[in-house]
């Protein structure tokens, strides 16, 4: 007996240690994809920093060596300019003064000689040389009129700050500023929520904070990012932001990145989430005095002579602790049976200010369980959103705490839906008057 329970603790052990085996391997894949993260990473980091100051060389030494040429042209081209004149008169003066000279030369021969040389040469001499003017001299422009080329507006901080400015271009990180913390399900969409890490490589952000949320269909990962297409889905302020609209059954990938003071971070590492909660949509009956549109999200009062109907949701697709909002886009007559509200069960019925459901009015009056708050939200206006939020009660498991909040206002309240709360609930409405829009986000 001994040696059976002993064989039978040998193989639960063997089963355990093979079970630990395969949980060890699997952490093992986990260190090679977070190693090769590391230095993949590391190695498109090094590849970026040296193509960026290689380029940054190449550009400042072109434009250092365009600038030098484009003021060296511009001297060369005023010292011709200037020399040219110069020197079209300086040629005047050495012709004149080598005439002159030949005049003097001339003239002492002959005065030296004047006692032989016979007066009709010398009368000749005279003749020649009266008729050019000795007393008239070619104008020279003064120093003051002759351009004296200087270099003006040379910065000599581009000698001190040019270096500077390049000593702070750029930083590493171990980790983009911004990370997706939560990819939550909604209903026909996914809620995306991101934080700030902490990380003294990171330069000082812009204030106030401000984020760029991106999707994109399919499984993706940091390095086929980069050649994926995503779409824009939020920029702003917040740090979440719920993605409405998307394919059922479908994954998706999810970036996040921050405003610098020297434009936007690195993106996060793509999150993926996978949209398994069908898009909330309403479901009517014919002759129902009610109509649909955009894809079964927005229901319109079209006849008041249709019977009085509560219409509900198609499909029990609201979790309970989850929350669900409707837009008011058009309005008709208020009517004390109007509401919206959920459910735990359907039921055919002509009002939702019954047992079983919690509503809220046209007029902003609250209903739980058919009994009549004795705090009230404001009356119902086209624009307004109405968002009902649902939780457990810890302390009873039979019941929901409701938050109910039109615009600005709230009131919150315990319900007892009566029934199963493992179970999904209906969102309902009723309207008696014609006119009412009212659409399920």
Known sequence: ??????????????????????????????????????ESSAHEAKSTVEKHFQELKEAICSAIDTRQ?????????????????????????????????????????????????????????????????????????????????????????CITELPEEIGSDGYVLAHAPVQVAELRER????????????????????????YRLQYCCGRVDRVTMNTTKFREAYQGQDTCCTVKHLKFN??????????????????????VARTTLLQHEWEVAEDSG??????????????????????????????????????????GKTHRGD???????????????????????????????????TNQLPALAKGTTVTFDTSKVPSDPKKLRVSITVADRQVACEWVPGGDLSEHLYFAACFVHKGWEITVE
Not at 120 to 144: G, I, Q, T
């Open 69 to 157: 040429r484009e003021l060296l042209d511009r001297v060369e081209e005023i010292e011709g300019e200037s020399l040219e004149p110069l020197r079209e008169c300086e040629d005047v003066v050495k012709n004149s003064i080598i005439e002159d000279l030949t005049v003097i030369e001339e003239g002492e021969k002959l005065v030296e000689a004047s006692e032989v040389i016979a007066a009709a040469e010398l009368k000749s001499f005279c003749d020649r040389n009266n008729s050019r003017s000795l007393n008239s001299l070619p104008e020279v422009p003064p120093l003051s009129e002759v351009p004296c080329i200087l270099l003006a507006g040379l910065d000599p901080a």
């Open 339 to 373: 509401g919206l509200g959920l459910v735990l069960v359907q039921e055919e019925d002509s009002i939702l200010q019954r047992i079983g459901a919690v509503c809220v009015g046209s007029t902003g009056v609250v209903h739980v369980n058919g009994k009549e708050m």
């Open 250 to 271: 479908v994954d998706y990938s999810f970036r996040v990145c921050c405003k610098m003071v020297r434009g936007w971070s690195p993106w996060s590492i793509p999150q």
């Open 290 to 331: 009610y109509s649909l549109s955009n894809g079964n999200t927005t229901l319109t009062r079209t006849s008041p002579n249709a019977a009085i109907s509560v219409l509900h949701s198609s499909k029990s697709s609201l979790l309970c602790g989850d929350m669900v909002t409707f837009k008011v886009n058009g309005t």
């Open 1 to 38: 007996m001994g040696d059976l329970q002993e064989l039978s603790s040998i193989k639960e052990t063997i089963l355990q240690a093979k079970v630990h085996v395969q949980q060890l391997e699997d952490r093992l894949k986990l260190l090679g994809l977070a190693k090769t993260q590391v």
């Open 187 to 210: 209903p026909g969409g996914v809620l995306a929520s991101w934080y700030e890490i902490e990380d003294d490589d990171i330069p000082e952000k812009q204030s106030p904070a401000e």
